[in-house]
């Protein structure tokens, strides 16, 4: 499998979004102080970039570009600016982080957010104040539900803790991973979470009594959802972090992104806010990647050709685009501990003397798989831990096999731990990765401990673009706001918030950098002959910064501003202020 193979449904896919894009735009000619292509012909000095009907069209010096084209309007308000393909977050969740966005953050670190910044704690005791002020400034009886606490950062958290806050009412804290809830007795109540439960469904944790601590995590919180979802879906709130969101896309320069859990809330309810949010006057492009279990649950054995007939609709600007793809999950979380490792497992943390947690059986994953992988939909594989990878390796070799080495693209997702030998397999199988950007950042320095010698294997991104392999940096969305810039100036420096150095070897250069959250985001979406770098043909999609990334120290990268964003063709200057 050649990592530039491009399947059938690919190209198919690209026929349909190509023909449908075409929407009527005025011609017109940018000029920049400079163009940073990412391709092989980059311009030198002064640039015009012609663009037609949305598409770019030439791509030069700007005296020649003007002096053919001399009837188009030229568009001169960045040219003291930097043009820059447009940036791509390949893997967010928009409706989850419309919910996030709504609720009140005590974070473990400073995070952006639609209101401004949220200053993080660092300890159980700042984190009990801050949910205690919180509780008092949200009067009243309803369920309170509050984001961002760690573990590692916050330390241990229990119901009885929980209960001195409150005693009568609910409150549920999510983990910062997503994967984890902790209630205390009154939430437990609430969400009549009992005994019954350890049995009937994986991640109830109990202490060494027989008792619940609160703490629910990886399937657990899929049956609390059902009890939730009145909580977390009301459209007023959705309606309030959606554009908050939106916002936060705008100032990173954001033109695309990738949704890789369509229907987790269930389609119906998705489309619906997707229908009320989303249209055509948005500075950003939205892609959808169905969740193989929320398709399998509602469509059954017809899911894969529901998703093939779904991602054959014509691209239309004003509804999000399904991608002939499907997101399957391998183990957890990363930042819950979930992670399925090999021995010796965890050393330390909430899963001291455990492996993880495997999100599918292992054998079921190919079964589940092989329906899809026949149909040729790219795969997009949560596999996070070492021992993950090891069982994604193994399936996609056997797919393959089956299928006298029929070829797809499959993609890894989040990556939290790749070794050496893992490594070159991605290369020979032709696998690209999307790797979660903030893993080092945020926890490289905490997880020495945690896992020990394997934090060698965190997010080899250098080793891997070595290979030949694509490999994209994306947010998460919301466990990190989505910043590509941030991301990728983290991966030329590869510091921790501590102020650390975690794998040295794997910084990446500028060049690189860029093409993480660019051309190889694009690869991983199978979109990268349409946008990810300014070529003939493709999309006219631009990020326009005040400096050029490559003439700026990457330490100074979090401070260049986006001035604008082109989607289509079409501006969409930035307000200075969130």
Not at 123 to 138: G, P, Q, T, V, Y
Not at 550 to 575: A, Y
Request: aromatic share 8%.
């Amino acid at each position: 499998m050649k990592p530039n193979s491009v399947p059938i449904v690919v190209l198919l896919f690209t026929v349909l979004f190509i023909g449908g894009c075409n929407q009527e735009q005025p011609n017109i000619i940018f000029v920049a102080k400079e163009v940073v292509t990412l391709s092989e012909n980059q311009p030198i000095g002064a640039a015009g970039i012609l663009v037609e009907n949305g598409r770019i069209k030439e791509v030069g010096i700007l005296d020649e570009v003007v002096g053919k084209h001399p009837q188009v309007k030229v568009d001169r308000r960045y040219q003291e600016k930097t043009i820059l393909p447009g940036f791509i977050d390949p893997h967010v969740h928009m409706l989850l982080a419309s919910v996030v966005y709504s609720r009140p953050f005590i974070p473990p670190w400073d995070m952006s957010t639609p209101l401004g910044e949220v200053r993080g704690v660092q300890s159980l005791d700042a984190f009990l104040k801050r949910l205690k002020e919180i509780n008092s400034d949200h009067e009243g009886v309803d369920p309170l539900i509050v984001y961002g606490y760690h573990n590692l950062v916050h330390g241990d958290l229990n119901k009885e803790l929980l209960d001195q806050i409150s005693s009568t009412r609910p409150i549920l804290v999510w983990h910062y991973s997503i994967h984890d809830f902790y209630l205390n007795s009154a939430a437990l109540k609430w969400a009549e979470v009992d005994e019954s439960w350890i049995n009937e469904v994986q991640g109830v944790a109990i202490d060494s009594d027989g008792e619940l601590t609160g703490r629910l995590f990886e399937e657990a919180p899929k049956k609390l959802l059902g009890k939730l979802s009145f909580e977390l879906l009301g459209p007023s709130r959705v309606r309030e972090g959606f554009k908050g969101y939106e916002k936060l896309l705008h100032h990173s320069g954001v033109t695309a992104v990738a949704d890789l859990g369509y229907g987790i809330f269930g389609t119906r309810v998705e489309d619906f806010f997707y229908w009320r949010e989303y249209e055509d006057q948005d500075p950003y492009l939205l892609f959808l990647v169905p969740e193989y279990r929320a398709f399998h649950k509602r469509f059954g054995d017809s899911a894969p050709q529901e998703i093939l007939s779904m991602s054959s609709k014509p691209f239309n600007r004003d509804k999000p685009t399904v991608l002939p793809q499907v997101k399957f999950f391998v183990d957890g979380a990363f930042y819950s501990q979930t992670m399925r490792l090999s021995e010796p497992g965890y050393l330390s943390g909430q899963s001291k003397g455990a492996s993880g947690e495997w999100a599918t059986r292992p054998d079921e994953l190919k079964t589940n798989m092989q329906p899809y992988w026949e149909s040729g939909l790219s795969l997009r594989i949560h596999s996070n831990g070492d021992a993950a990878q090891s069982l994604t390796i193994d399936t996609v070799k056997s797919l393959s096999a089956a299928q006298q080495g029929k070829s797809q693209r499959v993609v890894i997702e989040h990556a939290a731990l790749i070794n050496e030998s893992q490594q070159q397999q991605f290369a020979e199988l032709g696998f690209g990765v999307s790797f979660a950007s903030h893993y080092v950042n945020h926890m490289g320095e905490d997880y020495k401990t945690v896992i020990g010698d394997k934090i060698s294997s965190i997010t080899p991104i250098k080793s891997l673009m070595s290979r030949g392999v694509p490999t994209s940096l994306h947010s998460d969305a919301p466990l990190a706001p989505p910043s590509p810039l941030r991301a990728a100036a983290a991966h030329v420096l590869r510091n921790t918030r501590v102020n650390t150095v975690v794998g040295r070897e794997q910084q990446l250069t500028k060049q690189e950098a860029l093409k993480s959250i660019t051309l190889h985001a694009a690869w991983a979406m199978g979109l990268e002959s349409e946008i990810g770098s300014i070529e003939v043909g493709k999309m006219a999609n631009f990020t326009v910064l005040d400096k050029n990334p490559l003439k700026t120290e990457v330490e100074d990268w979090s401070e260049l501003q986006v001035e604008s964003v082109v989607v289509q063709g079409r501006s969409f200057d930035v307000i200075p202020s969130l």
